[in-house]
């Protein structure tokens, strides 16, 4: 069976009929179009909104990075002035109490003080506070024979003394022009405050 072709089905048709599809197709064409204008629309909007978003992302991204910034600037310049200050009252303590020594935790120290040649101080805990074990060595580099009789103090950051332990004559065996000697203790401390210095006194 042959299929009507479209012209002879509106060959069929009455001028009436055919205006008043013609009339339909034009009202749907119309409806597509402002379909398609108003989808335009709503793409056009979100993606204005979207950029409005992310305008307002980046300038607030932009503004935290600048107050950090700012912040670790600040921070920065606080801890060089905490570290300026401390210099300056390690200075002030320093020169208030003669020979006053600062701590250098499980290190050496080489000392030029009468035959006190070299200490070391280590901590009993880990912060610096409690009690505080000591090695010192002796030496007589001297032309006669010596009696090591001296006293070492641990101070706080203050310069207030903490503790102190005595290394008396009659403890220390007597050194020889030459001799050498090496003794340690233990110096308990009378608050919790940490060591920050340290001062030997010779007596002899």
């Given at each position: 069976?042959?299929?009507?072709?479209?012209?002879?089905?509106?060959?069929?048709?009455?001028?009436?009929?055919?205006?008043?599809?013609?009339?339909?197709?034009?009202?749907?064409?119309?409806?597509?179009?402002?379909?398609?204008?108003?989808?335009?629309?709503?793409?056009?909007?979100?993606?204005?909104?979207?950029?409005?978003?992310?305008?307002?992302?980046?300038?607030?991204m932009a503004s935290v990075a600048e107050?950090?910034?700012?912040?670790?600037?600040?921070?920065?310049?606080?801890?060089?002035?905490?570290?300026?200050?401390?210099?300056?009252?390690?200075?002030?303590?320093?020169?208030?109490?003669?020979?006053?020594?600062?701590?250098?935790?499980?290190?050496?120290?080489?000392?030029?003080?009468?035959?006190?040649?070299?200490?070391?101080?280590?901590?009993?805990?880990?912060?610096?506070?409690?009690?505080?074990?000591?090695?010192?060595?002796?030496?007589?580099?001297?032309?006669?024979?010596?009696?090591?009789?001296?006293?070492?103090?641990?101070?706080?950051?203050?310069?207030?003394?903490?503790?102190?332990?005595?290394?008396?004559?009659?403890q220390a065996p007597?050194?020889?022009?030459?001799?050498?000697?090496?003794?340690?203790?233990?110096?308990?401390?009378?608050?919790?405050?940490?060591?920050?210095?340290?001062?030997?006194?010779?007596?002899?």
């Amino acid at each position: 069976m042959r299929t009507p072709d479209i012209s002879e089905f509106l060959d069929d048709m009455s001028v009436e009929q055919k205006n008043e599809l013609l009339v339909q197709f034009e009202r749907k064409a119309k409806l597509g179009r402002r379909m398609i204008w108003v989808v335009v629309l709503v793409i056009a909007m979100a993606l204005t909104v979207i950029v409005l978003l992310l305008n307002g992302y980046h300038s607030k991204m932009a503004s935290v990075a600048e107050d950090k910034q700012a912040t670790q600037a600040q921070i920065k310049e606080l801890r060089s002035e905490i570290q300026d200050m401390e210099r300056e009252f390690a200075a002030l303590v320093l020169d208030r109490i003669p020979n006053l020594t600062a701590i250098k935790e499980n290190t050496k120290l080489e000392i030029a003080q009468g035959y006190v040649r070299s200490i070391e101080f280590t901590p009993l805990n880990r912060r610096g506070s409690g009690a505080w074990e000591y090695q010192i060595k002796l030496q007589n580099l001297s032309q006669r024979m010596v009696n090591p009789d001296l006293t070492i103090s641990l101070f706080n950051r203050l310069g207030i003394e903490l503790g102190s332990s005595e290394l008396r004559a009659f403890q220390a065996p007597t050194l020889l022009p030459g001799d050498s000697s090496q003794h340690g203790g233990i110096i308990e401390l009378n608050s919790n405050e940490p060591a920050k210095y340290f001062r030997i006194v010779t007596r002899s």
